[in-house]
């Protein structure tokens, strides 16, 4: 099955700084990566999403690019906000209904 | 328009009990999906359906079932909870519109289930 590995873990930034986190997947016939933001107590919502026929996506400050390559693909906040702090997840899969998940980021913006 | 809703929120068992987390949606979506989430785990896909009266398992079925007699209804039975069941329990759904092979995944607002 598929195998996502997500880096890094915890991550601190600045606001008004960029965040980068870095998802790795496994099986090449996954086509569709997701993002997922995740408050405390709250249930994940979809962010971003992006399919393998695109390189980049961007909505405002919000970017993923794809390496179906090498087999990674990157979540990019930009110009971070305190209302930006929570958990990000990636997924990876053939469809939408059948994901494999990141063990998540979590991401702390400092004031 | 509620999208998607799970009952209970929360829930207490007793190892070796047996309960069924309720999860239904008035979206008209096709495809649902029950994941389990643990710290520092992500979430893991325990069964999915692709429609009325389809299941199949996902990465961590054991310990669960699943049936699907309805398009807006698709409960999860645990047969003889365990403490390694502890978990905050998420529903999911997507339409299966034809010709869209992948869409938004809703998610509801979780059962944070306790084994004892």
């Known amino acids: 099955g598929e195998n996502v590995e997500q880096h890094p873990s915890t991550l601190s930034v600045q606001e008004g700084d960029s965040a980068v986190i870095k998802c790795t997947y496994s099986?090449?016939?996954?086509?569709?990566f997701p993002w997922y933001k995740q408050e405390l107590g709250k249930r994940p919502q979809l962010i971003i999403d992006i399919r393998s026929n695109v390189g980049e996506k961007k909505d405002q400050r919000i970017a993923v690019t794809l390496n179906k390559t090498a087999k990674h693909f990157s979540l990019h906040i930009t110009e971070t906000q305190p209302e930006d702090s929570a958990v990000y997840f990636c997924a990876a899969g053939y469809n939408d209904y059948k994901l494999s998940f990141g063990a998540g980021t979590t991401v702390t913006v400092r004031a | 328009n509620a999208g998607v809703t799970q009952t209970p929120k929360f829930q207490v068992l007793k190892t070796g009990q047996s309960m069924t987390l309720q999860c239904a949606q008035d979206m008209n979506h096709e495809y649902m999906s029950w994941y389990r989430q643990d710290p520092g785990m992500g979430l893991r896909l325990i069964h999915y359906?692709?429609?009325?009266?389809?299941?199949d398992q996902g990465e961590v079925p054991n310990g669960y079932n699943v049936s699907r007699s309805t398009t807006e209804d698709f409960p999860l039975r645990l047969l003889s909870a365990a403490p390694s069941q502890t978990s905050v329990y998420f529903c999911a759904s997507s339409t299966g519109t034809s010709g869209r092979s992948y869409n938004e995944q809703f998610f509801g607002p979780g059962t944070r289930l306790t084994v004892l």
């Open positions: 359906s692709v429609g009325a009266g389809i299941t």
């Open positions: 099986d090449s016939a996954s086509n569709y």
